[in-house]
């Protein structure tokens, strides 16, 4: 089969099932794709040919003896601030050079344990700090609908490579969106889950209380078989009862497609009653808010380093990492007094029911070259504030050819409600349009 890289997962167990290929096939086309085309989408940063090609050979025994796992023979790869065993562990520093991961992260384990085969670790904006994964340290890159253009971040090799058929599945990490905006720049699907769900050992941390580990693919079934994996079957869930939407974001700058793909969106869903959310404080300031609390936590994490081993820091992390630690105490303040309004503002709109419609983010992927939006984060920053689970859905194209998105925010624990409304947001959108490597 010459399409292998075009099956999810679902398609690949039945394709051994039905002995049609096996891992060791599957692997060694993926191996030769990433070979053909990731010198210029530069998703990988490290590719386990030897594990891989190893891990393939057992999975394939698991399958001729009846033991297959639910992931058998899938290939996945990691964002590499998520440790894989034997791997550089660098979390897109150069200051992390040298730093092998000396055990797998649990989600790791979780995916190897259910037959899953990694391919390798991802690039990603450095330090997580970041949404264009223009990483000066492991490369520039590059979205594959378009050459040039960004992928999104910090996640943006977990979207690149999963975009490009270079890998089934991914894995990411998302602080302030570092999942959804990747997967909507790259047009492909991102959750964030509740916090706790997925285990976060083995991740090395931007902010601890906004940090969750999501997986990255090309379709729901996919993203929900990956989430039954890393956190366990989801609960039955509630009945949605009432989307909520945002009251105003008119200053956001939003692009015609993505207020076209959201508006549609709406329309799917006009069985539910809606209920406006009005935030306290501007999108700007809740935005600020949230860098400021993340860049000083990992102001902390990174203690001495930071000045011990400067050179090994771009002028871009310096630059905000100093900027954070810079302010004053009545500054930390007042932005923790921010996130905490807008977490509680957002919790009583959406209460134990409710679903929030949104846009992914207010624009499509943009050229490296340019100066990225301030925006990028405007709507996937209320999910990890929140502490909410949260999905992203392409919606189409814009009318340069490049992927939009929109998003669902639902309660504490709410996967499934999220995964059964987005089913339905997806079919009306059919707004998946694989990149052109796929």
């Known amino acids: 089969m010459s399409e292998l890289h075009r099956l999810g997962i679902a398609g690949l167990r039945a394709a051994y099932a039905a002995g049609e290929t096996t891992p060791a096939a599957v692997v060694a086309h993926y191996l030769a794709r990433i070979d053909a085309h990731d010198g210029a989408i530069r998703s990988y940063v490290e590719v386990d040919r030897d594990g891989a090609v190893a891990a393939a050979v057992e999975s394939g025994k698991r399958i001729v003896e009846g033991r297959a796992g639910s992931l058998e023979g899938v290939p996945v790869a990691v964002k590499s601030n998520i440790a894989v065993k034997g791997l550089e562990w660098n979390a897109g520093m150069a200051v992390r050079r040298g730093i092998i991961a000396a055990e797998d992260a649990e989600v790791v384990a979780r995916l190897r344990a259910a037959g899953a085969i990694i391919l390798g670790t991802l690039n990603m904006h450095e330090a997580a700090l970041g949404a264009t994964t223009d990483n000066p340290w492991f490369g520039q890159t590059i979205n594959p609908h378009r050459e040039g253009h960004t992928p999104g971040g ?63 693919a090309r379709s729901i079934d996919d993203l929900e078989s990956l989430m039954a994996v890393l956190g366990g079957p989801a609960d039955a869930g509630i009945t949605p009862k009432r989307l909520v939407l945002l009251d105003n974001f008119d200053d956001l700058g939003c ?57 090994r820091l771009s002028d871009e992390l310096r630059f905000m990492l100093d900027y954070a630690d810079s302010r004053s105490d009545a500054d930390v303040t007042r932005a923790q007094q921010i996130l905490a309004r807008t977490r509680m503002t957002v919790r009583d709109a959406i209460g134990d029911d409710g679903i929030l419609l949104m846009p992914t ?14 925006t990028q984060s405007a709507f996937t920053a209320f999910a990890n504030i929140a502490g909410l689970p949260a999905i992203s859905i392409p919606a189409g194209l814009n009318a340069d050819g490049m992927p939009v998105a929109v998003q669902l925010v639902g309660p504490p624990h709410g996967e499934a409600a999220l995964f059964a409304l987005a089913r339905k947001l997806d079919a009306g959108l059919a707004g998946f349009v694989p990149s052109p490597l796929i």
């Open 154 to 216: 910090s996640s943006g090799g977990s979207g690149a490579a999963v975009s490009a058929g270079l890998c089934v599945a991914s894995l990411g990490t998302d602080t302030l969106g570092s999942v959804r905006i990747p997967a909507a720049y790259n047009g492909v699907y991102g959750i964030k889950p509740t916090p706790g769900a997925i285990s976060d050992k083995g991740l090395v941390p931007l902010s601890e209380w906004l940090d969750s580990i999501g997986p990255i």
């Open 255 to 311: 692009e015609a497609a993505v207020l076209a793909a959201y508006e549609h969106a709406g329309a799917l869903v006009d069985d539910l009653p809606r209920r406006s959310l009005k935030l306290v404080d501007s999108a700007a300031d809740v935005r600020f808010a949230g860098f400021v609390v993340a860049a000083r936590e990992l102001v902390a994490h990174m203690g001495a380093v930071r000045t011990e081993a400067a050179d």
């Open 361 to 374: 983010a207010p624009q499509a992927a943009f050229r490296h070259n340019s100066r990225p939006p301030v």
